[in-house]
């Protein structure tokens, strides 16, 4: 299983990013895909996932009403819109993927990462 983010970069407090995620390999072993993401000095923290049908199984509370997770099966990809971003929300992002949405989210597969800064 591979993952590529993209979408990442710089933008200022208040505004909005889509990071993408594209997915190969086992279909299987992408059924529930998800992003966390980790801040300089801080605990990699789970932002959302969605499972195969499109239902979002999890959103952290630090980006409820703010943070959208989608994916479109067909070309392989997962996206999280981010409006209303904040210098809190600075962070590497990372795109997930695993057979099943847990709880607390857990994944196998990673992606490289993209850099989310936020002033």
């Known amino acids: 299983v591979q993952l590529v983010e993209s979408g990442g970069g710089s933008v200022q407090a208040g505004g909005s990013l889509r990071l993408s995620c594209v997915g190969s390999?086992?279909?299987?072993?992408?059924?529930?895909m998800g992003w966390f993401r980790q801040a300089p000095g801080k605990e990699r923290e789970a932002v959302a996932s969605?499972?195969?049908?499109?239902?979002?199984?999890y959103y952290a509370d630090s980006v409820k009403g703010r943070f959208t997770m989608s994916r479109d099966n067909a070309k392989n990809t997962v996206f999280l819109q981010m409006n209303s971003l904040s210098p809190e929300d600075t962070a590497m992002y990372y795109c997930?993927?695993?057979?099943?949405?847990?709880?607390?989210?857990?994944?196998?597969?990673w992606g490289r990462g993209t850099q989310v800064t936020v002033s």
């Open positions: 390999g086992y279909t299987y072993s992408r059924n529930c």
């Open positions: 997930v993927a695993d057979q099943w949405c847990s709880t607390p989210p857990s994944f196998q597969y």
């Open positions: 969605i499972d195969r049908g499109g239902g979002t199984t």
